[in-house]
């Protein structure tokens, strides 16, 4: 049985910070901030806001978008890397503010590769329990102190994604997904709530990874990089987008990128780049999402516009 | 070579100077010292072997090519 991708939603604070403003805090230039990064200006959330404010934001856009009630879901999940507490994770929480009191809603704690783990989940899980709300929501400024290796790239923000074996704009093909957990200490949050990256290794990684796991998966299902009407992709540093073009052998306006303007904000930043891309596109043909995070996990699904 | 290549500048001349703490390259730039590599010695470093330590300077890069591609 086919699962279809339905809707997207995004939240984003409002809070502007810009490169500006950030300079004195990390002792760097804007300048040099947008040079290593692509990054502009990312958005913070309120001190009183919290991850599962923002993923329920973003799952109400989504199933508006949809055109669905939450009493008609299944299944939710929510990717968080930045959640206030161990366990609980914002699953529980997102969950009881939508209303839902009996299905299951599942945690995704991976970081940036989490709501690309939902999506590939959800298109196996849907046929078993019905429509699965994907969300993921990231206050990855809780996370960065001044280091100007980290604090430069996060942002805030929610995206959420309707998956439903009913017919929806996309069938989903294919997905593959991978974990190396050898490098779980290269890029982690741990206890002291800090963010920690070891950028050489995750940008080596990434820069073979994000490519290979899109090439198998487009092999798989006999399609070309070419053939692809845009491509999805974790927003992790505009640099990588780029990179990651480059070796598709596409050119970089197929890679859809809004980490100018967002940042890097982790599991969100997907589902938000689908949301907005599908907000002011209506090409068809296939589509590939593919993310690379801390684990290292990562991964890529394609979908194409349904008959 | 390679090194100068990709950096724009010239290589160190201590060969266990770091290329990345010296900051003649940044974190993009590894990426591409690995496929420079690849190509300039026809060999794959596989996914395993993407640890930037190994290729951290020009002492550890001899000493991994010696390894993998007989030097």
Redesign the interface.
Known sequence: MSSYLHAFGAHLPERVVTNAELAERVGRTGDWIESVSGIRERRWAAPETTVADMGVAAAETCLRKAGISTNELGMLMVASGSGARGFPGPAAEVADRLCLSSVPAVDLPIASAGSLFGLALAMRLTEAYGDVLVVAAEKMSDVVETDPNTAILFGDGAGAALVSVRPGPWRMLDAVLHTDGQYRGDLACDQTGVLRMNGLAVILQAARKIPSSIEEVLRRQNISAKQVAVFLLHQANLNLLTRVAKALGVGPEKVFANVQRYGNTSSASMLIAAAEWSETNSERGPIVFSAFGAGFHWGALVADSAA | MLIQDIAGKPAPEDDQESL?ESGLL???A??DL?SAIEKEFATKVP?SD???RKFDSIERMDAYLAEHVGG
């Open positions: 990345f940044d974190s993009f590894l990426p690995v996914d993407l640890n930037p």
